[in-house]
């Protein structure tokens, strides 16, 4: 079983950075990390920024100019760097695989994100 840990969760500051890790169990050619998902209480896991396998990176609007995904495929881990983060960047951020072998979605267990003002 493939499993992703996400890391780097916690409470930050408005206006402040936070640099969030995902780690597969599994290498590359097991399990493709697409990036980092968001959700709210009461509302739908939404994408915050990923990079498909194709190489396309997307950000979701409210993001854009502010965080970076970035991968280091040696480690098979996916990193989100959040800048000037304000309140509505809180949240549970969980990150999303494909297990290549099964074509499975995989997430991680999330790791909480909380902005105060």
């Known amino acids: 079983q493939v499993q992703l840990v996400e890391s780097g969760g916690g409470l930050v500051q408005a206006g402040g950075s936070l640099r969030l890790s995902c780690a597969a169990s599994?290498?590359?050619?097991?399990?493709?990390?697409r990036g980092w998902y968001r959700q709210v209480a009461g509302k739908y896991r939404e994408l915050v920024a990923i990079?498909?396998?194709?190489?396309?990176?997307r950000y979701a609007d409210s993001v854009k100019g502010r965080f970076t995904v970035s991968r280091d495929n040696a480690k098979n881990t996916v990193y989100l760097q959040m800048d000037n983060v304000g309140p509505g960047d809180t949240g549970i951020y969980f990150c999303?695989?494909?297990?290549?072998?099964?074509?499975?979605?995989?997430w991680g267990q999330g790791t909480q994100v909380t902005v105060f003002s």
């Open positions: 999303g695989a494909v297990d290549l072998r099964t074509n499975v979605d995989i």
């Open positions: 599994a290498t590359v050619f097991r399990a493709y990390v």
């Open positions: 990079t498909e396998r194709g190489a396309t990176t």
